[in-house]
Nanobody, 124 residues
Framework: QVQLVESGGGLVQAGDSLRLSCAAS????????MGWFRQGPGKEREFVAA????????RYADSVKGRFTISRDNAKNTVYLQMNSLKLEDTAVYYC?????????????????WGQGTQVTVSS
């Protein structure tokens, strides 16, 4: 069982930066691939970024490539999402998720555990 708690969301202006954190419980955090997803108002949940358990490989949605960076610190059981050059369309609830199979998948159904989400609002 893995419990995930996101933090770091807030209200920012377009062009600003924000770093989200996701703290995980459990002693086997490094065995899990991790992903970040988001769900905007009236939209389906969509893939943002993923990272393997060792942190050696990452994957990004085209919409955030070059602006967002996913990373992890296995000693702290935490995964991060650094978001730079934020745009209005980045406004969403951001969720982290854990995948025991390290698939770097874009699909929500692949992930076994989810956090409760943290709101990011980008204003003009």
């Amino acid at each position: 069982q893995v419990q995930l708690v996101e933090s770091g969301g807030g209200l920012v202006q377009a062009g600003d930066s924000l770093r989200l954190s996701c703290a995980a419980s459990g002693r086997t955090f490094s065995n899990y691939g991790m992903g970040w997803f988001r769900q905007g108002p009236g939209k389906e949940r969509e893939f943002v970024a993923a990272i393997t358990g060792t942190g050696s490989s990452t994957r990004y949605a085209d919409s955030v490539k070059g602006r967002f960076t996913i990373s992890r610190d296995n000693a702290k059981n935490t995964v991060y999402l650094q978001m730079n050059s934020l745009k209005l369309e980045d406004t969403a609830v951001y969720y982290c998720a854990a995948d025991r199979n390290n698939l770097l998948s874009r699909m929500t159904s692949v992930y076994d555990y989810w956090g409760q989400g943290t709101q990011v609002t980008v204003s003009s």
